[in-house]
């Protein structure tokens, strides 16, 4: 059984929970972005999560950044849409008759039905499980792509055929329940803890925080999210920040770069494995899940965890 | 891989080692400096093999774990006090053919008031070792370059370095994977295949790896 591509949207990416184990070949994770939301989409279809870490990643699911995807099922089955604010319309039978659909709910695709994703109102990226998972071929145990090494699967074009695998006819309904990102009308709370930079970033702390709200670059992407401080960049975070790579530190998803400009820098998924400006503290999952929501334009507030 | 126990038993932290949080599943280890991180992530490979993934740069190793099924405290001793020469760990050692053909070759030499006769000798008279990879994908970070040939990056990096290109700057030497943009001084070329997906491991230049160059025929 396949789905036909007819329109991959901004960009349509084939993501699972990414590689793991490779990162001392300088591979970053990839998999997908705002992975609450993708557990979230494969849940609904009946689909069994792999996490990050387990043997097997997987399964994939197409990682959609803003909307646009229109796709068809060649066979029946099941689809849901799970991440950012969206409308959904499913078009089927002789007529093409449209049918609104919800986010965050099992969508019937009987065969040669189609499914409009449209564009996201609120929120940056959607998660479209099909039950039984898409199959493309595996590079480095993961189906994930990375935007930045090329490793994976190309991202969508129309008129790609992705292979599903077998699904179950379970279906979680319930799974609905969890599935609306939280809406946040005033500036996205990111939960940071500190990272113990070995050239002594303690006193950052006060300056990060006293620097909120950040605003989200247009130049962010899955390889790292970048954002700045309103009014310019007179505000340097003091401290020394000139690129070394004598003193590359190594990195995960989530890590926080200080730029000499004053701008921070939220490693991404397909973000490098190590680098030479500092770190200044870690973001969590949860956080990084969020982050994947923020769109461009929209603010951050850091918010202190501990040390 | 062999594990031999110190049969002092004496679980002290070598000199300047540290270990700090980084997050609430992952720690930092920093190595002291008479220590060679990728000695220590090897160690850690063989004594502590339920950490998820690990991974280092010349003086660092990031350590992650699931939190829910990790005695943090173990782990952070664990860490502190790891020492590579309990372990009888194996590195590969490579021979890699170069032609000396590249843009900054004779660049290189004038900055270093030397021919490039003697840089090449210089090169290829060095046995070096990996520290990390990182940047991307193969790219190995060597260890070893004689001081005579250190320079700092080009004050205007490339948009464009063809793969295979063999660079130097600071302390390192690389060879770069695919093509990529990049502020190193290039100094020959390598027709070596440094990562692919489809071999195991991937990458060919690894963490603890040591490497000598020779001119090519």
Not at chain 1, 52 to 75: F, M
Not at chain 1, 248 to 264: C, D, K, R, T
Not at chain 2, 181 to 196: C, D, K, M, R
Request: proline share 7%; glycine share 10%.
């Amino acid at each position: 059984m396949s789905i036909k591509i007819l329109d991959p949207g901004v960009q349509s990416l084939l993501q699972d929970s990414g590689r793991n184990g490779y990162a001392r070949f300088g591979v970053p994770p990839s998999g997908a972005f705002d992975m609450r939301s993708w557990r979230i989409a494969n849940h609904i279809v009946g689909n069994a999560v792999h996490d990050t870490g387990e043997q097997r990643s997987g399964p994939a699911a197409i990682e959609l950044l803003l909307g646009g995807l229109r796709l068809e099922a060649t066979e029946d089955t099941s689809v849901a849409v799970v991440g950012a604010h969206v409308d959904v319309i499913r078009l089927s039978g002789y007529g093409d008759e449209k049918h609104s659909e919800q986010t965050g709910h099992p969508i019937t695709l009987t065969a040669g039905s189609r499914l409009h994703v449209g564009r996201a109102l609120r929120g940056l990226r959607l998660y479209i499980a099909v039950a039984g998972g898409f199959q493309p071929e595996m590079a480095l145990g993961s189906a994930s792509t990375d935007t930045v090494s090329r490793l994976g699967p190309n991202p969508l074009v129309k008129g790609d055929l992705l292979r599903v695998g077998i699904g179950s006819h379970s279906r979680s309904p319930s799974a609905s329940l969890l599935a609306a990102p939280p809406a946040t009308d005033g500036p996205l709370g990111i939960r940071i803890a500190w990272a113990v930079d070995s050239e002594g970033f303690g006193r950052t702390n006060a300056e990060l925080l006293g620097a909120n709200p950040w605003t989200v670059s247009p130049t962010s992407n899955r390889a790292g999210v970048r954002l700045y401080r309103d009014g310019g960049n007179q505000t340097k975070i003091h401290g020394d920040h000139e690129h070394r790579d004598g003193r590359s530190m190594p990195m995960h998803p989530g890590a926080v770069q200080a730029l000499p400009n004053g701008e921070l820098v939220i490693i991404g998924p397909d973000g490098p494995t190590t680098g030479g400006y500092p770190v200044v503290g870690v973001v969590d999952r949860d956080s990084l899940d969020s982050i994947a929501q923020a769109r461009p334009g929209s603010t951050l507030e850091l918010l202190a965890v501990g040390s | 891989m062999t594990f031999m126990p110190n049969p002092h038993n004496q679980a002290t932290p070598p000199a300047g080692r540290t270990v700090t949080k980084y997050g609430s599943d992952a720690l930092l280890v920093t190595c002291g400096p008479d220590e060679q991180a990728a000695d220590v992530l090897l160690a850690i490979d063989v004594a502590i093999p339920t950490v998820r993934e690990a991974h280092c740069t010349e003086h660092a190793i990031l350590v992650q774990f699931n939190a829910a099924n990790t005695d943090v405290a173990l782990l952070t001793d664990q860490l502190a006090t790891i020492l590579p020469s309990d372990f009888a760990t194996h590195v590969e050692h490579l021979t890699l053919p170069i032609r000396y053909d590249g843009d900054d070759l004779t660049a290189v030499a004038d900055r270093a008031h030397l021919t490039v006769t003697d840089v090449v000798a210089l090169h290829t008279g060095a046995t070096y070792t990996v520290a990390f990879d990182g940047f991307s994908p193969g790219f190995a970070y060597l260890t070893g370059l004689p001081p005579e040939l250190h320079l700092p990056r080009l004050d205007s990096p490339r948009a464009r370095i063809p793969a295979g290109s063999v660079a130097i700057a600071a302390h390192y030497c690389a060879i770069y994977p695919s093509a990529s943009a990049g502020g190193w001084h290039l100094i020959g070329t390598s027709s070596a295949e440094l990562f692919n997906a489809q071999r195991n491991p991937p990458a060919l230049l690894r963490p603890g790896t040591t490497v000598r160059f020779e001119v090519a025929k």
